[in-house]
């Protein structure tokens, strides 16, 4: 055998020794990662127990945080939860990048494929960029009792949808987001008369009818929309002021417009340009 023969091989041999170090290596941090995970399940679900006993008692979110060193919102999570169930859920279902392999997964978990990945491999097939640990999270929640994966249906519109159909001209709105705004309004009473409400002052706003605001206030106050009445009564505080700016035609669009042109040229300026060049762009500029 030779001496390059002999090179090669040890080389190989090394090659080896790393791929099978690098598996093991692999293995542990699966295992960690996974015993990691039903630790987080757990602490939830124990904060939860904590936080619902502490307010059945009478206390105070701001009192319970205080009591358990836990951010208020945090708190508010845990007692709007109805079960331990819906917190620890809700952690798992933010894996937004396997959503759109969900209908695939839930197929072939439900036909019996539960090697998480073999379903990783087969849904990388088919597009899917992320990687095999948010698969493993998606999947978990099968594995903890329910077994079942559940048939997956349309995907429900994001806040950030609902808003721009609410906010949005109707006369400017798709025929396909006019037809999705009107099945959530004929589900959800409150958000059908938000909507209304939205409308008529954004009616308000567009034609110049300073005229209808204490009317549009009015009714806000007496819904029971609570940060919409809490608006209304706000713009009591300077009603004239707000009439005034429904009603004439003026506006301090120009000007806000000029400082947002102002500001955009020293943003662009600073550390570069000395004053007399920024003195220019700001008179010459248009």
Not at 158 to 176: C, G, K
Not at 211 to 233: G, K, N, V, Y
């Amino acid at each position: 055998m030779t001496g390059e023969e002999l090179t090669l091989g040890a080389v190989l041999a090394r090659l080896e020794e790393r791929e099978r170090e690098i598996t093991a290596q692999a293995e542990t941090t699966r295992e960690q990662i996974t015993q990691l995970t039903t630790q987080l399940d757990e602490l939830g679900r124990e904060q939860h127990g904590a936080a619902h006993e502490l307010w059945e008692q009478g206390m105070s979110k701001a009192a319970i945080g205080r009591k358990l060193g836990l951010h208020q919102a945090t708190i508010r999570k845990l007692v709007s939860a109805r079960s331990a169930d819906d917190v620890v859920a809700k952690s798992l279902q933010r894996v937004h990048i396997v959503d759109p392999y969900v209908g695939h997964l839930h197929r072939r978990w439900n036909e019996g494929v539960r090697n998480a990945t073999q379903l990783y491999r087969e849904i990388q097939q088919l597009g899917y960029p992320g990687g095999e640990l948010a698969v493993q999270r998606h999947l978990r929640r099968y594995r903890t009792g329910r077994g079942h994966a559940p048939a997956v249906g349309p995907k429900p519109p994001s806040v950030r949808d609902a808003t721009a159909w609410i906010m949005t001209n109707p006369e400017h709105l798709r025929d396909e987001d006019a037809d999705k705004l009107h099945r959530l309004r004929e589900r959800d009473a409150e958000l059908d008369r938000l909507t209304g409400h939205v409308r008529k002052f954004a009616t308000m706003m567009t034609g110049l009818h300073g005229d209808r605001l204490e009317d549009w206030i009015a009714d806000a106050e007496q819904d029971t929309l609570a940060p919409l009445a809490s608006f209304a009564r706000n713009l009591r505080r300077d009603l004239d002021a707000v009439r005034n700016g429904l009603t004439l035609p003026y506006s301090s669009g120009a000007v806000e417009g000029n400082v947002n042109r102002l500001k955009m040229l020293k943003r662009q300026m600073f550390g570069r340009a000395n004053l007399d060049l920024l003195r220019k762009r700001v008179l010459l500029a248009r």
